[in-house]
């Protein structure tokens, strides 16, 4: 593989034909492996002139976002300086110059600002259920499997499995297992294709790393934020919502709120961070899990402008509908206010609408001579609308996909009500997720109570 991409660097100093293998836009390591996989066996299958070359649909800036991605590709001793992201390739231009073919994996719909792009495509491999057709020759292969690595594999095994390494299928493997929660059917995601080809490369392979042990570390690792810095470890996994020209930020950090809070230059990093976004505030709602697996949520509120500081904090500390149960946490900034949040079912999903209860109170308070609001009222579906453009995250795809969601270090059991692939594959975020394990643990509580009685 190490070949081979160093090959594919070469070739975009020439000027050859590239054919591409973009991934989504979140580059999750499904995303990634797929483009890698698809990629090399194309290049070592087809005749043609056209250069083979995987594109990592994002930033080289933003790879470090992905603790996943990092430690496997450090693990499967593929050097990140040999990967191609998508701001070191100007495939507009090259489209222009008539010298792109493309094949999309895991994914079948470019966003709009690569529209233009769509007439290059050739052929498209994706696992989640089709929003738009396409028109011949396009060729469109879609099938609802837990992991696109899955049909990948397929790919390779029924065209050429001589051209298979260990290396290469060890990417495979471990992100299938990984995309479908080490195989475990009572969580619903793995199908009978996903283990299938499971089983079948690691017959080819039986030195391939434990399944549990595999799943284990990664599931570590994309939980890891040891290694980031404040801002990265905001821009991770963030949502905005924005009224009338105020901008706040709201960022899951998967560390302890004390933790977070003794990071060395913090609030001189969050006001950098604010001032470069144009944030007004920032809310960080920090996530652990406790010995029983539940999830303890603490919050830091940073925001400059005393008056927008206050009525955040007033409408959160007041809150009835849901109640946050929030105890203050000691803070040597005036600028920055924490809580222990002891309600911890009110995920950051219910937390948003409380967010913008603030804005429309702080709005409220500003008046101006004649008594009338300054900005004007806040109608009720104004509200709903921005609340549904809040789920847009910072990073197209980081809290959408998930698609890829992470689950917390031990996997619980029926995290979905239905088999996932009624409807198609689930789109669970990672809040989701914490909000579904929270039910389970209370139901759990109510049951045995209930039997007691």
């Not at 050859?16 to 973009?22: A, I, Q, S, W």
């Not at 070359?53 to 990092?70: A, F, H, Q, T, Y």
């Not at 297992?177 to 996903?194: E, F, R, S, Y």
């Not at 937390?351 to 900005?375: V, W």
Request: hydrophobic letters at 40%.
């Amino acid at each position: 593989m190490e070949d081979y991409l160093q090959a594919c660097r070469a070739a975009l100093q020439e000027s050859r034909r590239l054919h591409v293998v973009l991934g989504n836009e979140a580059c999750d390591l499904d995303s990634m492996v797929s483009a890698l996989a698809l990629a090399f066996y194309l290049a070592k299958t087809t005749e043609a002139e056209d250069v083979f070359v995987p594109v990592l649909n994002i930033k080289r800036s933003e790879l470090p976002l992905r603790g996943d991605s990092v430690f496997f590709l450090q693990k499967m001793h593929i050097p990140e300086s040999l990967l191609i992201f998508r701001d070191e390739i100007d495939l507009h231009a090259l489209r222009q110059a008539g010298r792109l073919t493309l094949t999309l994996v895991d994914h079948h719909v470019l966003p709009p600002s690569d529209a233009a792009l769509e007439e290059a495509v050739a052929e498209v491999l994706d696992h989640r259920p089709i929003e738009q057709k396409r028109c011949p020759p396009c060729h469109v292969s879609v099938e609802l499997v837990g992991s696109c690595s899955t049909l990948v594999t397929e790919r390779i095994l029924q065209g050429a499995p001589e051209i298979l390494d260990w290396q290469t299928a060890a990417l495979l493997h471990g992100t299938i297992i990984l995309d479908c929660v080490n195989m475990d059917l009572t969580i619903g995601k793995a199908t009978p294709k996903d283990k299938k080809y499971v089983e079948q490369l690691e017959a080819l392979f039986p030195d391939l790393p434990e399944r549990k042990d595999i799943f284990d570390s990664l599931q570590k690792a994309k939980f890891d934020v040891s290694g980031l810095t404040t801002e990265q470890m905001l821009r991770k996994d963030q949502k905005t919502i924005t009224r009338q020209g105020l901008k706040v930020a709201i960022s899951a950090i998967y560390v302890d709120l004390e933790a977070f809070l003794q990071r060395s230059g913090l609030i001189a990093d969050l006001r950098a961070y604010c001032q470069a976004h144009s944030y007004d505030a920032l809310v960080a709602m920090t996530i652990v899990f406790n010995p029983h697996n539940e999830p303890v949520r603490q919050l830091a509120i940073f925001c400059p402008h005393a008056a927008l500081r206050m009525t955040i904090c007033g409408v959160l500390e007041c809150s009835q509908s849901p109640s946050l149960k929030l105890t203050p946490v000691p803070s040597s900034h005036p600028n920055l206010q924490a809580y222990v949040q002891g309600n911890t079912q009110v995920s950051r999903k219910k937390f948003l609408p409380l967010l913008q209860e603030a804005l429309s109170a702080y709005f409220d308070s500003m008046t101006i001579p004649s008594g009338q609001p300054e900005t004007g009222g806040v109608s009720r579906e104004q509200v709903d609308k921005e609340l549904d453009r809040a789920g847009t995250p910072l990073i197209p795809g980081l809290s959408q996909d998930e698609e890829d969601p992470p689950l917390p270090p031990t996997p619980m059991n029926s995290l979905v009500d239905e088999c996932p692939l009624d409807q198609g594959l689930p789109k669970l975020s990672a809040e989701a997720i914490f909000e579904k394990c929270s039910q389970i643990s209370l139901s759990q509580t109510t049951g045995a109570s209930l039997s007691k009685k």
